[in-house]
């Protein structure tokens, strides 16, 4: 066994990392286009419910058959080959961000003696801003979305807290407003 | 059948700055004040984007080409390895960049510094890590700048650094610091590691075999990724 060593520390992304952060298609989780695609996006609140005009959204996510292309995931892609599955977007001077994105399957639960184990369709989300000296991981589920009942972390909430985690519908799309501070408090996890 | 194992990430919480730390004023109103939620580590957490040779450009590992003349200041080299926890290289990664120039000034709106702009730098660079996790970019050495956390509060000259690592568990934004910066004693941020040893882990050294003679001077940093729990399956592996 090798010597384990330490993770070099987290540190605020500050306010000028637009210009080294921003992509054209960050946005783009999916290309325009792409049969399904919605836009899903909010603003960013720090605790006196003033948007927060520089925070970086990104997200990570299965395709819709619940798969990820990479090596750690055993059973790969099968029809979404080179799917992107992540998206990044700065907040605007309001403190919106936006993504366009296709809703992910459900995932298989680790280790799973019930077959019908499933993490429910969700984004694993990260935010960064000025001010903040780690990342703040949550994740955004979908309304209306049966399997939400049984998913085995957003029963692990709060109920009263649990809604934070809950995308509202906007058609054509979804809106996920982020309270990082406050009465509203977005829940937040620990990996 | 054999049944899904995933070889999920160790805790590295103790390296990483608090969530709410108030010397820095603006994580005041931003830092959440309910703990947080234990996020069990499955698929969507062991996976994350792996970005490629795509999403780099042919300067993008030089910070001082790409406009019409040179930069002014201390042209540098930055180098090092990126490894996981296990001193395993991470291979293939993307680290994005980003910095002030020689005068502490970015190129952006926001930064209201009094100090002049270079029209011969920009301060964003890209780079993906080779099969031993090395990586390189060539550059100017940033200025330090000030800012309004507390009087006469002035940011030690820094390096903006954005990874991937191949797991979601794995993403980092850091900050690289210069060796012996008289700066580091007031502030706040690179403060808010606890642990000095994690702290000192954010220092590059000057390195003369790095440094390119009648050139660049050279810097080393290796940046440690979170390293993998050993998994059961693993383990019945080494008794083959
Ligand atoms: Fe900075």
Not at chain 1, 132 to 160: C, G, K
Not at chain 2, 109 to 115: E, G, L, N, T, V
Request: glycine fraction near 10%; aromatic fraction near 10%.
């Amino acid at each position: 066994m090798s010597e384990q060593l330490q993770t070099t520390p987290s540190q605020t992304v500050g306010p000028f990392f637009s210009f080294g952060l921003v992509w054209p298609d960050g946005p783009f989780v999916v290309p325009e286009g792409t049969p399904g695609a919605f836009r899903i996006g909010g603003t960013v609140y720090d605790g006196a419910g003033v948007p927060v005009p520089d925070a970086v959204v990104e997200t990570w996510q299965a395709d819709p058959d619940g798969r990820f292309d990479h090596p750690d995931d055993p059973r790969g892609a099968v029809r979404w080959k080179d799917f992107r599955g992540f998206g990044r977007s700065a907040t605007d001077p309001e403190g919106r961000y936006s993504l366009l994105t296709v809703k992910p399957g459900p995932l298989p639960v680790a280790g799973g003696a019930v077959e019908d184990s499933r993490e429910a369709p969700h984004l694993n989300v990260s935010v960064f801003c000025r001010g903040m000296l780690v990342r703040l991981v949550t994740r955004i589920y979908f309304p209306d979305e049966e399997a939400n009942a049984e998913d085995p972390v957003l029963t692990s909430i709060d109920p009263a807290r649990r809604r934070t985690l809950i995308a509202e519908g906007e058609p054509p799309g979804y809106r996920f407003d982020i309270h990082l501070q406050g009465e509203h408090e977005t829940v937040f996890f620990e990996l | 059948m054999p049944t899904y194992q995933p070889h999920t990430y160790r805790p590295d919480t103790p390296s990483h700055p608090p969530a709410a730390f108030p010397e820095y004023r603006s994580n005041v109103l931003r830092a959440p004040h309910r703990p947080f939620e234990l996020l069990p580590q499955r698929l969507g957490e062991i996976t994350g984007p792996l970005l490629g040779e795509g999403r780099v450009g042919p300067h993008d590992n030089d910070l001082t080409l790409g406009h019409d003349g040179e930069p002014q200041g201390q042209r540098i080299i930055v180098a090092g390895r990126v490894l996981d926890g296990d001193g395993r290289p991470v291979a293939g990664t993307l680290l994005e960049v980003w910095q002030a120039n020689a005068a502490g000034r970015y190129r952006h709106d926001a930064d209201r510094h009094p100090a002049p702009l270079d029209p011969n730098f920009t301060g964003v660079g890209r780079v993906i890590t080779d099969a031993e996790g090395r990586y390189s970019f060539t550059t100017v050495q940033p200025g330090a700048y000030p800012w309004r956390n507390h009087d006469n509060a002035w940011r030690p000259a820094h390096i903006h650094f954005s990874l991937f690592g191949t797991a979601f568990t794995q993403r980092l934004i850091t900050q690289m610091y210069f060796p012996g910066d008289p700066l580091f004693a007031q502030d706040p941020i690179f403060n808010s590691v606890r642990d000095p040893k994690a702290r000192e882990a954010m220092v590059a050294r000057f390195d003369l075999d790095t440094t390119v003679p009648e050139w660049a001077l050279g810097y080393r940093w290796d940046i440690v990724l979170r390293g993998k729990n050993p998994t059961p399956l693993e383990e019945e592996d080494d008794d083959e």
